[in-house]
């Protein structure tokens, strides 16, 4: 549980906040007490009411400039409910004096975790300013109290966990306790443990020492590590990476900067997970994990980022956009490059044709379909394995007719290849049965074949199919098309070997790229 004392301010704008949360539906007044004489209740007052009643109260010491005490108390995830973190501070309230001002408490739901803000007068109705002494130490002694914890015992409690982690350095040693909440002095041979300004406990420095000399380096989790950094840091930010890996993988990254500066020199991994405390440049270099490379460097981490690439749950699209988010380009046959870098490499064919297949799997996986054969005749159209798609069974007569309907409403029109092109419909014929794929819908039905279009000329559309016998065909028809990489996927898509496409339709197409 963390409590946290506010800055004061000469106004209750903790009041107004609070209130603020309230009308986007994420904060709700829990109680209002020591109100007397407003004769309104809590549903009955409005934000106006309480300030002004907390303002006549604060006036009456008119010595006091930051009239508004405003606190939080926070729990992890829901640890606490908002109404146990109410009578935590109510308590709290009677610990620190201000139990008999008035004051509000607000319950907040706009982060992960349970926590409330209480608002109050440092001015009591006798015109007296509360004791603000020491209040930070105060309050952390209060909340111990009521929580029943004892600070000696926790700091016990902390030494014990901290050395069930595997660590090569004082320093890392002293991290952990850090990230706790505590200060750690050096003093000769003892470490000295500080909390609310006083000493709780210590440790001999020598049986810390006597504990790294059994230090062994995690070989497989650092190898583990850079895998997970190299596929997850592009594109975030120092601070956004921070926050990612630790509510992804429990992991703290802690970057170390000289006093006064910004920039960091190093930084410290925690894998709280594993029990690790890692030295950073182990796992990887910082240059490489903020993202501060040259254009050469770049161009090795994209390299290395496809050798560690996991084929089984990589498609060719998914690679394009994470490479991107490092300035580095892949063109449709697979050479990767750098604007500006006259360097550039390709992507092995077998990895690339695995890719890509895994493209088009994701592409078919996309069209709802609901018996066999529709299952085999999209695979087909797709070039994919059967077993890469699963049917759903589902009963598709309703969407079967809805489709004839459609048809039959297209014999209507003067130009049915245009209002097919316009509905987003295409023919699949497979084992001498005809399909409808719907883009728009993302639908994949059998159709009755002799449904016929007026005007519409089946064999001359029949002619104009592409004609591709095998996925080695398809890649090779798809790195002949020499259109810009934003196409690729799409391109993957209409170039799949039983979709028919008429060639005026696709001179348009070409023409509009």
């Known amino acids: 549980m963390i409590i946290k004392i506010l800055k004061s301010a000469a106004n209750f704008e903790g009041v107004d906040y609070s209130e603020r949360k309230n009308d986007k539906g994420v904060s709700e007044l829990l109680t209002a007490k020591n109100f007397e004489g407003m004769m309104l209740g809590v549903n009955e007052a409005k934000k106006a009411d309480y300030i002004n009643y907390m303002k006549l109260v604060a006036e009456l010491n008119p010595n006091v400039k930051n009239k508004q005490f405003h606190i939080t108390i926070s729990t992890k995830?829901?640890?606490?409910?908002?109404?146990?973190?109410?009578?935590?501070?109510?308590?709290?309230?009677?610990?620190?004096?201000?139990?008999?001002?008035?004051?509000?408490?607000?319950?907040?739901?706009?982060?992960?975790?349970?926590?409330?803000?209480?608002?109050?007068?440092?001015?009591?109705?006798?015109?007296?300013?509360?004791?603000?002494?020491?209040?930070?130490?105060?309050?952390?002694?209060?909340?111990?109290?009521?929580?029943?914890?004892?600070?000696?015992?926790?700091?016990?409690?902390?030494?014990?966990?901290?050395?069930?982690?595997?660590?090569?350095?004082?320093?890392?040693?002293?991290?952990?306790?850090?990230?706790?909440?505590?200060?750690?002095?050096?003093?000769?041979?003892?470490?000295?443990?500080?909390?609310?300004?006083?000493?709780?406990?210590?440790?001999?420095?020598?049986?810390?020492?006597?504990?790294?000399?059994?230090?062994?380096?995690?070989?497989?989790?650092?190898?583990?590590?850079?895998?997970i950094f190299q596929k997850y840091k592009m594109g975030l930010s120092q601070q956004e990476l921070v926050d990612f890996m630790k509510k992804k993988f429990g992991i703290d990254i802690v970057f170390h900067s000289a006093k006064g500066q910004n920039k960091p020199y190093g930084y410290t991994i925690i894998d709280h997970s594993k029990k690790e405390v890692i030295k950073g440049s182990q796992v990887m270099k910082m240059s490489l994990l903020l993202d501060n490379a040259n254009p050469q460097e770049k161009l090795k981490m994209a390299k290395q980022y496809l050798n560690e690439l996991d084929m089984s749950n990589s498609n060719f699209k998914t690679v394009k956009q994470e490479l991107a988010k490092l300035g580095v380009k892949v063109d449709t046959r697979g050479v990767v490059s750098i604007k500006g870098l006259k360097e550039s490499f390709k992507i092995p064919q077998p990895q690339l044709k695995v890719l890509k297949y895994n493209d088009r799997v994701a592409a078919a996986r996309q069209y709802k379909f609901s018996t066999e054969e529709e299952r085999k005749a999209l695979a087909k159209a797709f070039y994919i394995n059967e077993k890469d798609l699963q049917t759903n069974n589902r009963d598709n007569n309703e969407r079967r007719e809805y489709y004839h309907q459609i048809i039959n409403n297209i014999n209507q029109t003067s130009d049915p290849n245009e209002t097919l092109e316009n509905a987003n419909l295409r023919f699949v014929d497979y084992n001498n049965q005809r399909f409808v794929l719907d883009d728009e819908e993302k639908v994949f039905i059998k159709i009755e074949k002799d449904l016929l279009l007026n005007n519409f000329d089946f064999e001359e559309y029949d002619k104009n199919e592409i004609n591709i016998e095998s996925s080695e065909e398809f890649d090779q028809y798809i790195n002949e098309q020499n259109v810009p990489d934003r196409l690729g996927a799409f391109l993957d898509i209409l170039a799949s070997a039983n979709l028919y496409e008429n060639k005026d339709r696709r001179k348009r197409r070409q023409q509009s790229i």
């Open 77 to 227: 995830g829901h640890l606490h409910s908002h109404q146990e973190l109410k009578d935590i501070a109510e308590k709290y309230l009677q610990e620190m004096g201000y139990a008999k001002n008035p004051y509000l408490i607000y319950a907040h739901s706009d982060t992960e975790n349970n926590h409330i803000h209480v608002v109050s007068t440092r001015v009591n109705k006798e015109g007296k300013k509360v004791n603000d002494s020491f209040e930070k130490i105060r309050s952390q002694k209060a909340i111990q109290k009521i929580l029943g914890e004892d600070p000696k015992h926790m700091v016990t409690e902390a030494l014990k966990e901290s050395m069930e982690y595997n660590f090569s350095t004082i320093a890392q040693f002293k991290l952990l306790l850090e990230l706790q909440g505590y200060k750690v002095s050096e003093n000769d041979d003892l470490l000295s443990i500080i909390k609310f300004g006083n000493v709780q406990g210590q440790s001999p420095k020598s049986n810390i020492e006597a504990y790294i000399k059994n230090y062994v380096a995690p070989k497989e989790r650092i190898k583990q590590l850079h895998e």
